[in-house]
């Protein structure tokens, strides 16, 4: 029981700590002087950073599970490729269904996201994009792939890893916790991310997989904010 407490323990850590740098990352929109703004969102991407190699110190020493950033084969890269035709596909019929039964579908924490770009200045674009692309997709996986798929379940018990993982991760997207008809669509999108995400790290294990899935992920879906920015 003291070991389930203490893995439990560092994974509330990780995740309280990944919420609270994506809401303080948001902030930097409050202030006016965009130098200050600027070096605060440095700042928040260099703590970002430290949590990463928290995330992983944590994973190595409590798990005793070596999380290497390792080279991508092409077998993998297929398979990362293939999975993201098969997620986006799932959440296009996610969508349809909702407008269909709901009669419209609002991603909310999708639309904070690309306002938040929207209003930046280009030097803390630049930042964000970094944020959004790469450094808060690495920080993820090493939290809810990296850490929570290795800590509470036997090596053969990989469907459960995989929807743990893939719930834990949705919750914190959501716009509220809260489910209602209008968010149970955001709720199965993320839902199906976190599911893809956990089963390339399954099918590979190796953590650069699911975060090149998730790079990925994130990188196409910024593609809407630069289309139509004004």
Known sequence: M???????????????????????????????????????????????????WLSKKISTDVLKVN????RINADELWLIVKTYLIQITATILINLLA??????VKQVNQD?????????????????????????????????????????????????????????????????????PATIPTFLSYLVLGLSFGYVYSRSNKITVSMGLHILNNTISLIPVF????
């Open 2 to 52: 003291s070991k389930f407490i203490q893995k439990t323990t560092f994974l509330l850590i990780q995740i309280a700590l990944l919420i609270a740098l994506s809401k303080t990352i948001k902030l930097t929109n409050l202030i006016q002087n965009k130098t200050i703004s600027f070096f605060i969102f440095l700042g928040i991407l260099a703590l970002y950073i430290l949590a990463i």
């Open 67 to 70: 999380l290497q950033f390792s």
């Open 99 to 104: 407008i269909h039964f709901i009669g419209h």
């Open 112 to 180: 904070n996201i690309n306002h938040f770009l929207s209003q930046l200045s280009p030097a803390n674009l630049l930042l964000a994009v970094m944020y959004a692309a790469v450094v808060g997709p690495i920080l993820e996986e090493f939290v809810f792939r990296g850490y929570l798929m290795n800590a509470f379940f036997k090596p053969n018990q990989q469907l459960y890893k995989i929807l743990l993982s893939a719930f834990l991760f949705a919750i914190p997207h959501m716009h509220s916790i809260f489910l209602t």
């Open 227 to 230: 289309l139509f920015m004004n």
